[in-house]
T-cell receptor, first 116, second 116 residues
Framework: AQSVTQLDSQVPVFEEAPVELRCNYS??????LFWYVQYPNQGLQLLLK??????LVKGINGFEAEFNKSQTSFHLRKPSVHISDTAEYFC??????????????FGKGTSLLVTP | DTGVSQDPRHKITKRGQNVTFRCDPI?????LYWYRQTLGQGPEFLTY????????KSRLLSDRFSAERPKGSFSTLEIQRTEQGDSAMYLC??????????????FGSGTQLSVL
């Protein structure tokens, strides 16, 4: 089975500062990795995903993440955050090959709060 | 593309009652997923459908939970004899097919269930 640990439950940051949201995963098989964002009163939206190839993945809204197999990490970064980035961020993992429909295993989430 | 629609948005029920939620996926999406999200946790996978076939249901929480997708379009999730521990947000997601390079899950806004 696969699991995800998001190391920070809350991350406060000032506007225009850089941010890193940490995610570590555990799996005995190859995995796909994802970051989803949940804005208040909205459904989850995909930010970015790693399936294979380049370990640096760029997503929407200026976010990027780097897959590090040796450290089993997939940290999310943004060089300069905006107030509108305030949201809940979820890291998720699925087995790369699966008969279970690629069901995602989510972390508990990190609440990003951007203040002026 | 009108997005994934879930109905109702909120449901309050008394313990022991049965409840049913509906999910309308994005048109022509053949995969449909149900997740549950409790406060402070990430979404937890419950079950999924490929068209009308329920291909994974071992992770439904108990035999009180059941899901259907009779014509391969909308889906319902039923909880019988509700318990207070069933209180949660129930999320539906859809995708065009096998989770692969250019695909992602599209989530609805969820149904918030409160069991009194």
């Amino acid at each position: 089975a696969q699991s995800v640990t998001q190391l920070d439950s809350q991350v406060p940051v000032f506007e225009e500062a850089p941010v890193e949201l940490r995610c570590n995963y555990s799996s005995s098989v190859s995995v796909y990795l994802f970051w989803y964002v949940q804005y208040p009163n909205q459904g989850l939206q995909l930010l970015l995903k790693y399936l294979s190839g380049s370990t640096l993945v760029k997503g929407i809204n200026g976010f990027e993440a780097e897959f590090n197999k040796s450290q089993t990490s997939f940290h999310l970064r943004k060089p300069s955050v905006h107030i509108s980035d305030t949201a809940e961020y979820f890291c998720a993992v699925s087995p790369a090959r699966s008969n279970s429909g690629y069901a995602l295993n989510f972390g508990k989430g990190t609440s990003l709060l951007v203040t002026p | 593309d009108t997005g994934v629609s879930q109905d109702p948005r909120h449901k309050i029920t008394k313990r022991g009652q049965n409840v049913t939620f509906r999910c309308d996926p994005i048109s022509e999406h053949n995969r449909l997923y149900w997740y549950r999200q409790t406060l402070g946790q990430g979404p937890e996978f419950l079950t999924y459908f490929q068209n009308e076939a329920q291909l994974e249901k071992s992770r439904l929480l108990s035999d009180r939970f059941s899901a259907e997708r009779p014509k391969g379009s909308f889906s319902t999730l039923e909880i019988q004899r509700t318990e207070q521990g069933d209180s949660a947000m129930y999320l539906c997601a859809s995708s065009p097919g096998q989770l692969a390079t250019n695909e992602k899950l599209f989530f609805g806004s969820g149904t918030q269930l409160s069991v009194l």
